[in-house]
């Protein structure tokens, strides 16, 4: 069964600065990529994904994410963030069945 | 178009009691699941169902139990609930095409 890491446990990073959030998988195969956001007290979101092609995924809200193969890696970037950005970050791994495996989340606190 | 609903939000068991989560979708999707949500530890499938009447364990069956008698509905069961079990737990489901599941506001357990 593949495994999803995600580097960071809690980012905390003042308006306007850049975000980067990693995420490396361990699957060999083909695989399908979602960033879900899980704003307090909700359900999880969409942000984006990447099944195939361009290996840069633009998403909702200024977010994207950049698929390196070669480093099984799935990054999830801002380049301006916003109090309201702040939110739990889950990476998600598909392998190509009806399942995800969820990566253990990274909460991200934006200062005002 | 509710998409995917849950009930109850909220409950508090003793150690021992049972309960029913129920979740249903709107969407007509083949696929639903459900999943605990514990900090540090991501979501974690507990069971899923690829289509009416069919039920399979995910990650972290035991102490749960499910049934998919209508394809809009998937319930999760507690027999004999213990406080390991004290969670958020959400639905989802998928429709089999974008390969995003859609998830429900989710249902926080406590079990003292």
């Known amino acids: 069964a593949q495994s999803v890491s995600q580097h960071n446990h809690h980012v905390i990073l003042s308006e306007a600065a850049s975000l980067e959030l990693g995420c490396n998988y361990s699957y060999g195969g083909t695989v399908n990529l979602f960033w879900y956001v899980q704003y307090p007290g909700q359900h999880l979101q969409l942000l984006l994904k990447?099944?195939?092609?361009?290996?840069l995924v633009k998403g909702i809200k200024g977010f994207e994410a950049e698929f390196i193969k070669s480093k099984f890696s799935f990054n999830l970037r801002k380049p301006s963030v916003q109090w309201s950005d702040t939110a739990e970050y889950f990476c998600?791994?598909?392998?190509?069945?009806?399942?995800?495996?969820f990566g253990a989340g990274t909460t991200v606190t934006v200062r005002a | 178009n509710a998409g995917v609903t849950q009930t109850p939000k909220f409950r508090v068991l003793k150690t021992g009691q049972s309960m029913t989560l129920l979740c249903a979708q709107d969407m007509n999707h083949e696929y639903m699941y459900w999943y605990r949500q514990d900090p540090g530890m991501g979501l974690r499938l507990i069971h899923y169902?690829?289509?009416?009447?069919?039920?399979a364990k995910g990650e972290v069956p035991d102490g749960y139990n499910v049934s998919r008698l209508k394809k809009q509905n998937f319930l999760l069961g507690l027999e004999s609930a213990a406080p390991s079990q004290t969670s958020v737990y959400f639905c989802a489901s998928w429709g089999g095409t974008s390969l995003e599941q859609y998830f429900g506001p989710g249902t926080r357990l406590t079990v003292t």
């Open positions: 990447y099944f195939s092609g361009d290996p």
């Open positions: 998600a791994v598909n392998a190509n069945d009806y399942k995800l495996s």
């Open positions: 169902s690829v289509g009416e009447g069919t039920t």
